[in-house]
């Protein structure tokens, strides 16, 4: 078997896949997220702010978890958030995925005013 016939395949270290994709819109104050984790990853931060600043240097922690999904929730109406997951390997090495961007809807229907029949 010659070397072109192997195939190589490897884990990347940080979290990918975030899903659902960048520049998203949210139904509601909540995104629901998934992720692939990275190769090393024993927890996964959850960094989401409004500020992108403070995502990137990582201090606008919202959660830690084992999980490869979280519910960030409590999200302001109308606003663009970022979000950025960070691998935490059992040594404390931290490997960050890319920044993704959600927007949330500016209102909400709150009650179902196609069936408003003027009667009580």
């Known amino acids: 078997m010659g070397l072109s016939e192997v195939q ?3 884990i990347p270290a940080y979290p990918r896949e975030l899903s659902p994709a960048s520049i ?14 990275g190769r090393y990853a024993v927890e996964h931060r959850i960094v989401g702010s409004q500020d992108k600043s403070a995502v990137e240097d990582g201090s606008a922690v919202a ?3 084992a999980d490869k999904s979280y519910t ?8 663009l958030y970022y ?16 920044i993704n961007v ?5 209102s909400r229907a709150i009650d179902d005013m196609e069936s408003y029949t003027g009667k009580i």
């Open 102 to 106: 959600y927007n949330t809807p500016f």
């Open 8 to 10: 190589f395949t490897s």
């Open 72 to 79: 960030l929730s409590g999200l302001d109406y109308g606003s």
């Open 63 to 65: 959660a830690t978890t």
């Open 83 to 98: 979000v950025r997951i960070v691998d935490v390997a059992h040594d404390g090495s931290t490997y960050a995925g890319p």
């Open 24 to 37: 998203t819109g949210t139904d509601g104050p909540a995104v629901d997220l998934s992720w692939r984790g």
